[in-house]
């Protein structure tokens, strides 16, 4: 079983960046694919992005030329790096481990 901790989130102005960083335990040994995951009350989960084993990285349209997903198997963490923020990337964002292992979510605020 890996456990998963969300932790990065804030309030921020359009813009301005936030790093995001998913820290897994005991290790992400058993992981093969990661990504990050984000959702907004009274709607669906939605897509962000993905990292794969390979390192082969897809992004949601949306985000994409704006964040940048990685990881560090030595340690145990994903990361989202995210730039140019802007209020439609306000959500709760989570991050999961081979859509198997979720984590509960740190809060993202884009408002000026």
């Known amino acids: 079983q890996v456990q998963l901790v969300e932790s990065g989130g804030g309030v921020v102005q359009p813009g301005r960046s936030l790093q995001l960083t998913c820290v897994a335990s005991?290790?992400?040994?058993?992981?093969?694919?990661m990504g990050w995951y984000r959702q907004v009350p009274g709607k669906a989960r939605e897509f962000v992005a993905l990292?794969?084993?390979?390192?082969?990285?897809d992004y949601f349209e949306d985000v994409r030329g704006r964040f940048t997903i990685s990881r560090d198997n030595a340690r145990n963490t994903l990361t989202l790096q995210m730039d140019n923020l802007k209020p439609e990337d306000t959500a709760l964002y989570f991050c999961?481990?081979?859509?198997?292992?979720w984590g509960r979510g740190t809060q993202v605020t884009v408002s000026s």
């Open positions: 005991p290790n992400l040994d058993s992981v093969h694919a």
């Open positions: 999961h481990g081979d859509w198997r292992y």
């Open positions: 990292i794969r084993e390979g390192g082969e990285r």
